[in-house]
């Protein structure tokens, strides 16, 4: 039988905000909808941009110039890291915000919704990246 590990974590605000209530009245579904939403949202706002989930993670991430940026790696890592980070972005929104927001709702079960809003809140982390150096860019040098 394997190990096993239970890891606990503390979610971006900025989704617990928008998904705590209804996680916990048990609309998991729901919850994890609300979470991708935000994801979506957040973007829209730092581009500028009305278009919604795959096209406008391309838009936002995509070569040649993203429009945000949210890697930790310099250097030779950086450009297969931004790629990387334009698919992690992209698949969440087909595969996980769109089914929620396009498809007959379905039931989450709670460990995998629990996974999912995980995923929602390291991608709001990553956005937090974009915010920061907008800040120190604002502030100069």
């Keep these: 039988m394997p190990e096993t590990m239970p890891v606990t974590c503390a979610l971006h605000p900025l989704i617990a905000e928008v998904a705590a209530e209804r996680y916990n009245s048990g609309f998991y579904y729901d919850a994890v909808s609300r979470a991708f939403q935000a994801v979506e949202h957040r973007v829209q706002i730092l581009i ?36 990387g980070m334009q698919l992690l972005f992209k698949g969440a929104m087909l595969a996980l915000r769109n089914p929620r927001m396009h498809g007959p709702d379905q039931e ?24 920061e150096q907008r800040k120190v860019a604002a502030t100069g040098p």
Excluded: C, W, Y
Excluded at 50 to 67: F, N, R, S, Y
Excluded at 69 to 78: A, C, H, I, Q
């Design 48 to 83: 500028g941009v009305h278009e919604v989930g795959e096209k406008l993670m391309g838009i936002a991430l995509g070569k040649p110039a993203p429009k945000i940026t949210v890697n930790r790696s310099m250097g030779g890592s950086l450009e297969s890291e931004q790629s």
């Design 108 to 131: 989450d079960a709670r460990d995998e919704a629990e996974e999912m809003l995980v995923f929602a809140s390291f991608l709001m982390r990553r956005l937090d990246i974009e915010d």
